[in-house]
């Protein structure tokens, strides 16, 4: 029994060790962005765990979305955006920065299971959970963060 809880506590520190070290280097995870600062971030249209739309625009700010570790992600989505049901590996937390994000969990996009969720607003996309979304005449700006990597699978 104690030789199990020893190898338990092994595999755990080497993961920890794992996850804290990149190429025999410690990374430094210190992040701190100012308003200006996430501005100037370089965007781009697709990446792991978007939705590949050219009205979407993302930014890394923390981690790398297809590599295993924790990430964040800034979306700015187009107004009048629709992004179809689909469903990522990880799950994932998210905080409406701006505009409204309308939101909903299922196979196909239907109004009737949105949810408007206005700045402030917070939501889950559990793995494998269908979800869908889409932007009004404002757009919107949402926060993601998840344990990578991810990926964006759409229901067929």
Known sequence: M???AIHRIVAVLAVLGTSAAI???ERDTR?????AEVDAVRTEVAGAGTSGLPAVTTRVLFGEPSRPGLYTIELRIAPNTTIQA???RDTRTAIVLDGVWY???GGRHEQTAEKALARGSFYTEPSGQLHFARTGPGGATVEITGYG???TMYAK
């Open 2 to 4: 104690r030789a199990i």
């Open 86 to 88: 689909h469903t990522h």
């Open 23 to 25: 190429g025999g280097q």
């Open 103 to 105: 939101f909903g969990y």
């Open 31 to 35: 992040v701190r962005l100012t308003a």
């Open 149 to 151: 990597p991810t990926d």
